[in-house]
Nanobody
Framework: QVQLVESGGGSVQAGGSLKLSCATS????????IGWYRQVPGKERELVSR???????DYADTVKGRFTISEDKFKNSFDLQMNSLKSEDTAVYYC????????????????WGQGTQVTVSS
């Protein structure tokens, strides 16, 4: 089905910026769209941001005002622009194709990318 490949990770200093990209193998995804998640050792994977097919976006409280998710329909990719990075943002970032179990149901991750490391030094 759909394949996802993340890129753009790396090491930056606190206060810096980084842009992650999630390339998809298909132009058509479910109404649920794409979500960006992150995970650190010993912690649960958490939702960072999400964008649905209608353009609606959601952000975790910890990144509101600093991160921006967007879709590039021409490139068939989804980006996560991260500004004012903090050491707490250090994690492996994953993008995921979101689906619903039934029409109108809650959207959940279905297919994951391989992940890309983001390290922020303070």
């Amino acid at each position: 089905q759909v394949q996802l490949v993340e890129s753009g990770g790396g090491s930056v200093q606190a206060g810096g910026s980084l842009k992650l990209s999630c390339a998809t193998s298909r132009y058509i995804l479910s109404r649920c769209g794409i979500g960006w998640y992150r995970q650190v050792p010993g912690k649960e994977r958490e939702l960072v941001s999400r964008i649905s097919s209608d353009g609606t976006t959601d952000y975790a409280d910890t990144v509101k005002g600093r991160f921006t998710i967007s879709e590039d329909k021409f490139k068939n990719s989804f980006d996560l622009q991260m500004n004012s990075l903090k050491s707490e943002d250090t994690a492996v970032y994953y993008c995921a194709a979101l689906v619903s179990l039934s029409t109108g149901a809650t959207c959940s991750p279905f297919v994951w990318g391989q992940g890309t490391q983001v390290t922020v030094s303070s």
